[in-house]
T-cell receptor, first 114, second 114 residues
Framework: EPEVTQTPSHQVTQMGQEVILRCVPI?????FYWYRQILGQKVEFLVS????????KSEIFDDQFSVERPDGSNFTLKIRSTKLEDSAMYFC????????????FGEGSRLTVL | AQSVAQPEDQVNVAEGNPLTVKCTYSVSGNPYLFWYVQYPNRGLQFLLKYITGDNLVKGSYGFEAEFNKSQTSFHLKKPSALVSDSALYFCAVRDMTGGFKTIFGAGTRLFVKA
């Protein structure tokens, strides 16, 4: 079964450092997302990405965050200057061509900011 | 704006008994509803969805959900619970505008006792 893969599984960083989280979505999917989950609680939408541009972003996704799909396969989330409150589990997800399809999630990247 | 509510933080049930995890929704237009399950330290896994058609939707692992338009509900059910069903369950709604983002409820933790 096709799967979404994420790296790293866990990253520890110092406050103020830049972090890049990487994702390889399912190859024929067209819509890509990043979600955040703090301490096993609510799953919060960060950003959606389609046709090589952001289609929607939440209020959480401020100027410190950016996404790109540099090579047609990898999908990255960059946090420019991490804050303590950025500590969370970050999930990448994707859906296929139709907007009614289910989301396929990666296993997540745990970010710990010290 | 689209939203879902899960009124119970936690549901406790004995193994072999039926289980229900509640979800209500608020949407403009037709609802596209989903249930996902999350096991500890894992990504979310798709269980089932309602797009159109039969109000009773069957999904993975013996789960089903009943769409009720008049009560704006989409409760998850299983006739006979297993200890292995213990997990975090999320109801979700698809926003069919823009980038087709999925909005999640706060989650309900299910404990099945042997």
């Amino acid at each position: 079964e096709p799967e979404v893969t994420q790296t790293p599984s866990h990253q520890v960083t110092q406050m103020g450092q830049e972090v890049i989280l990487r994702c390889v979505p399912i190859s024929n999917h067209l819509y890509f997302y990043w979600y955040r989950q703090i301490l096993g609680q609510k799953v919060e939408f960060l950003v959606s990405f389609y046709n090589n541009e952001i289609s929607e972003k939440s209020e959480i996704f401020d100027d410190q965050f950016s996404v790109e799909r540099p090579d047609g396969s990898n999908f990255t989330l960059k946090i420019r200057s991490t804050k303590l409150e950025d500590s969370a589990m970050y999930f990448c997800a994707s859906i296929g061509g139709a907007g009614t399809g289910e989301l396929f999630f990666g296993e997540g990247s745990r970010l710990t900011v010290l | 704006a689209q939203s879902v509510a899960q009124p119970e933080d936690q549901v406790n049930v004995a193994e072999g008994n039926p289980l229900t995890v509640k979800c209500t929704y608020s949407v403009s237009g037709n609802p596209y509803l989903f249930w996902y399950v999350q096991y500890p330290n894992r990504g979310l896994q798709f269980l089932l969805k309602y797009i159109t058609g039969d109000n009773l939707v069957k999904g993975s692992y013996g789960f089903e959900a009943e769409f009720n338009k008049s009560q704006t509900s989409f409760h998850l059910k299983k006739p006979s619970a297993l200890v292995s069903d213990s997990a975090l369950y999320f109801c979700a709604v698809r926003d069919m505008t823009g980038g087709f983002k999925t909005i999640f409820g706060a989650g309900t933790r299910l404990f099945v006792k042997a």
